[in-house]
């Protein structure tokens, strides 16, 4: 089992920043995991947001790019999420997820509210 736990949440005005982060424990995690974020807007549904392997290169969803980095510190079991130059659509809960071959974890979600 891998336990995701995140952090990093707020109320923050539109333009402005915030880092996400998800600490990931268990015996059975190791770097070889998909790190990924992904979120969820009321009355929508869960949107892929970014993705990292443990190549350490990133991928995001289009409405993100250029805005939003994915990092890991694999030391640290840890996969962050920085958010620049957010904007109200962006609001949502924000879910780390981990995928390995067949397991697929999620943390339990982060809310992140942009004010206009």
């Known amino acids: 089992q891998v336990q995701l736990v995140e952090s990093g949440g707020g109320l923050v005005q539109a333009g402005g920043s915030l880092r996400l982060s998800c600490v990931a424990s268990?015996?059975?995690?190791?770097?070889?995991?998909?790190m990924g974020w992904f979120r969820q807007a009321p009355g929508k549904e869960r949107e892929f947001v970014a993705g990292m392997g443990n190549s350490g290169s990133g991928y995001y969803a289009d409405s993100v790019k250029g805005r939003f980095t994915i990092s890991r510190d694999n030391a640290r079991n840890t996969v962050y999420l920085q958010m620049n130059s957010l904007k109200p659509e962006d609001t949502a809960v924000y879910y780390c997820?981990?995928?390995?071959?067949?397991?697929?974890?999620w943390g339990q979600g982060t809310q992140v509210t942009v004010s206009s």
């Open positions: 997820n981990a995928k390995l071959g067949g397991n697929d974890y």
């Open positions: 268990g015996r059975t995690f190791n770097n070889y995991y998909v």
